[in-house]
């Protein structure tokens, strides 16, 4: 068998979460519409996600945290307290949304285990939400382990296929980002399956690598055994 690990990512991979991210910002944008256009509050919160990447990561805090820095500023400081306490809330209703899984998100995992495949998870973001949303997927029992990085580029990967004792080309990644999921998968010499989600965050565009025969798209996960089944040969 010539893939030996299969590897898939969490956020809007297996369950929804950017879908939860476009609908607070429009709550913040509503919140802030007297003090700035939806498309301005919209950009400047991107300018301080990027900012603080290196700061706080990824995540619903970090959002959390660059809403607030962008709504001090928005409004030039005139921002009220029960304006502060309703992102905060806004935050908080974000770590405790229930985790909704992806149409043939557990069957995908399941599937792979029983064609005798390793099943690992690997995402990235805040320790404490990722482990959270995974325990209330009901699916952390399915995986073999459980990887949750900061970042997800080259160094990352290598690291993670030398911890396993896997090969790259033993290795298959599925995932909706281009960025984080396909591009430094295929640089490492490794396989990647590409199952775009309706929305991605403006951080996580990429633009799609030449066509090749160490990746794919899929347009639903369903379609992944298939997929496997021919590597497999």
Sequence with gaps: MSIEVV???????????????????????????????????????????????????????????????????VTDGRIEANDIKTLLDLGKSMLTHPTELLDGA????????????????????DLFDQESKLARSGLGELFESVEIVSEKDERTYRRLLDEHGVEPHRFVMVGNSLKSDILPVLQIGARAVYVPYHVTWALEHADEPDPGDRWTRIEHLDELPAVLSSWAG
Excluded: C
């Design 7 to 73: 590897a898939f990512d969490g956020d809007d991979t297996l369950w929804h979460n950017e879908s939860i991210f476009s609908i607070t910002q429009e709550k913040f944008q509503a919140l802030l519409q007297e003090h700035a256009p939806a498309e301005h509050v919209y950009e400047r919160t991107l300018e301080k996600e990027r900012a603080n990447l290196a700061l706080y990561g990824y995540g619903i805090k970090s959002f959390t945290l660059s809403m607030i820095e962008t709504a001090i500023e």
């Design 106 to 125: 557990r069957r995908a995992i399941t599937d792979a285990v029983a064609n005798g495949y390793r099943v690992i998870l690997v995402t990235k973001g």
